[in-house]
């Protein structure tokens, strides 16, 4: 039977797919790198924020969030791209991936936290380095090139596609000494089993965070399966968002700003042109290069570093997030 997904704007969800019959999908470094191309792409179109990720040989795991509600159109973008570039490669015909992706639903930011150590332990349980000692899978773990760790362990320049805020979590004044806290995070690990994690996913298919987040998932399933006796994914509500135009100028009217001083000044408007960024996006569902094309700005990472920001500030600063939701519920 199909399992069935929940969907809704501002999800986060811990993302897995396999290769068919467990085959490996990452023969080779241009595979993986071919696969990163692909899911910038998708994160850009889809408007999916990134927060860890790892490439296994026959397997991926994402962390991601969608502000749009959209996991299975991005989903479908990214692994119907690469499949269709794996079988014309690799010259294999048939299935790339095993079934459906799997996707799990994450509360909670101590979940979220160790959910993304998890995924970048994942170079430290294979066979091969089980049979070997602690010193050697920190060294794995430290030296592996396909995941999001070594930037979050201060190893590595940050990448572009991932967003860090879930370092806030290691509680350090400084970037570098979350970073490192980080590390020791992780490496804490690689020696054993995360039981807490382990016991939460052998707990439902469904969700990921504590007894009563996963009670309240599986309910609104049951309740939708009772509603609607049929397999498709279940949506809950997004409200009406207007046109790209109309949400500029409504965000633009709602800050007092021109869209031309949105195009040009940038620390002059402090966090306002986050604000009226993120506003825009969420307002519209356009993607971040659709707005940046409107506005006259130079390209869509103008756009993304301004949200990113804008959301580190809002974790600090609770009257920001409060006078976002202001924008977002002005909207007809």
């Known amino acids: 039977m199909r399992k069935w997904r929940v969907r809704y704007a501002g999800a986060r969800y811990h993302v897995t797919a396999r290769g068919d019959g467990r085959r490996e999908i990452f023969l080779q470094e241009e595979d993986g790198e071919r696969f990163l191309r692909q899911l910038d792409h998708a994160l850009e179109a889809d408007d999916v924020t990134l927060f860890a990720y790892v490439l296994m040989p026959n397997h991926y795991h994402l962390f991601v969030q969608t502000p749009l509600g959209n996991i299975s159109r991005f989903m479908q973008r990214l692994n119907s791209a690469y499949a269709m570039y794996f079988r014309y490669k690799r010259h294999r015909p048939g299935h790339c991936f095993q079934g459906r992706y799997g996707a799990r639903l994450v509360g909670g930011d101590g979940y979220a936290l160790r959910l993304t150590r998890y995924i970048h332990l994942n170079p430290v349980w294979t066979k091969a380095a089980q049979s070997q000692s602690l010193a050697h899978r920190v060294r794995v773990l430290s030296q592996f090139a396909w995941s999001s760790y070594r930037g979050y362990a201060g190893l590595a320049a940050g990448e572009e596609r991932l967003d860090y805020r879930l370092l806030e979590a290691m509680n350090r004044a400084t970037d570098s000494g979350r970073r490192a806290a980080y590390q020791r995070y992780a490496e804490s ?50 409200p009406k968002r207007p046109l790209l135009t109309a949400a500029i100028r409504q965000v633009c009217k709602q800050l007092n700003v021109s869209p031309d001083t949105l195009k040009r000044d940038g620390r002059m408007l402090g966090p306002t042109k986050g604000l009226a960024l993120e506003a825009i996006c969420q307002l519209s569902q356009a993607s971040q290069r659709a707005v940046a094309q409107a506005l006259g700005m130079p390209n869509e990472l103008t756009v993304g570093h301004h949200r990113r920001l804008l959301a580190r500030r809002m974790e600090q600063h609770e009257p920001l997030r409060q006078q976002l939701d202001q924008l977002l519920a002005a909207s007809p």
Do not use: C, H, N
């Open 189 to 238: 690990m690689a020696g054993t089993e995360d039981e807490i994690i382990r016991d939460a996913m052998d707990r439902s298919p469904y969700a990921l965070g504590d007894e009563r987040f996963v009670e309240e998932t599986e309910a609104e399933l049951k309740e939708a399966r009772l509603r609607r006796a049929i397999q498709r994914d279940v949506v809950w509500p997004v």
